[in-house]
């Protein structure tokens, strides 16, 4: 993987600046898509039935829950602004064109996937959209990740992080979608992974490998009882074991990483 890495990055700065641009738009509109899409199927999961013979409500109503017709009334909803669910115009535009160009996997969701992948956000921007990201990495939301399954130590990862280029680091942050992607990744290696957040005793604060500061009001998913004290433990990991939290390590214990780059 180093080597296609090594090749690619002769057009990094062309692929960066064209895919970032145009992943992070891509993302956005997929994102949009599928909210508008689920808050369609939430308006439309009793639509035409209410009250009367139950039976008779429950037997039509299975068989409206997965058809044609309410895939067309979900649609209806589709790229549109709510009360609880603003666009601007230029994002309706966008979530039209993403829309019209995906469509054909929005309906295989719906008629076919449901039940193998519930997560319609995971498997139709990620899994089923073209990744803007470099060969070998998974886009999400406009930012790529990379994962490392050799078991590293703090330094190491950041250092290996480093070493595959495009401005990638270890492992950062800062919203909920984001972290809740990284899970997924952590999950699927079976292990706990570095987070590229370390206590800077110097400073009496958490700092991302960036050099950002981790202010108060920052996106942070501590488990309970955390951060502990920084005396021992200066190194932030994302511990699975306890549905996903970020938790103080020891810099020198070995985990696996996750890398990102871009958003």
């Known amino acids: 993987m180093k080597a296609r890495l090594l090749t690619s990055l002769i057009l990094s700065s062309v692929v960066q600046s064209s895919s970032a ?10 994102k949009n898509v599928v909210d508008t899409f689920l808050y369609g199927m939430a308006q439309t999961r009793k639509a035409h039935f209410g009250g009367g013979n139950t039976a008779w409500e429950e037997e039509r109503l299975g068989k409206y829950q997965n058809s044609e017709v309410r895939y067309h009334d979900i649609a209806d909803y589709v790229c549109k602004t709510y009360e609880s669910l603003k666009l601007e115009k230029d994002d309706e535009r966008k979530c039209h064109d993403f829309m019209a160009d995906n469509e054909e996997d929005l309906e295989t969701w719906y008629f076919h996937k449901q039940n193998q992948a519930p997560d319609l956000k995971l498997w ?11 060969s070998g990495w998974s886009s999400y939301m406009g930012r790529c990740y990379s994962t490392i399954n050799s078991l590293m130590t703090f330094d190491e990862a950041s250092s290996a992080c480093s070493a595959k280029g495009s401005g990638a680091r270890l492992l950062t942050i800062d919203q909920q979608e984001q972290f809740y992607y990284a899970a997924t990744l952590a999950n699927q290696m079976s292990s706990n992974v570095w987070l590229g957040l370390k206590f800077d005793s110097s400073q009496g604060s958490f700092k991302w490998v960036t050099g950002q500061t981790l202010g108060p009001t920052d996106y942070q998913a501590w488990g309970y009882g955390q951060p502990k004290s920084q005396t021992m433990q200066k190194c932030v990991a994302v511990v699975g074991v306890k549905g996903f939290v ?18």
């Open 246 to 263: 970020w938790e103080t390590s020891d810099c020198t214990k070995r985990l696996k990483v996750v890398c990102s780059f871009g958003g």
């Open 21 to 30: 641009l145009s992943g992070s738009s891509d993302c956005s509109a997929c």
């Open 124 to 134: 139709f921007c990620i899994e089923k959209t073209k990744s803007p990201c470099l």
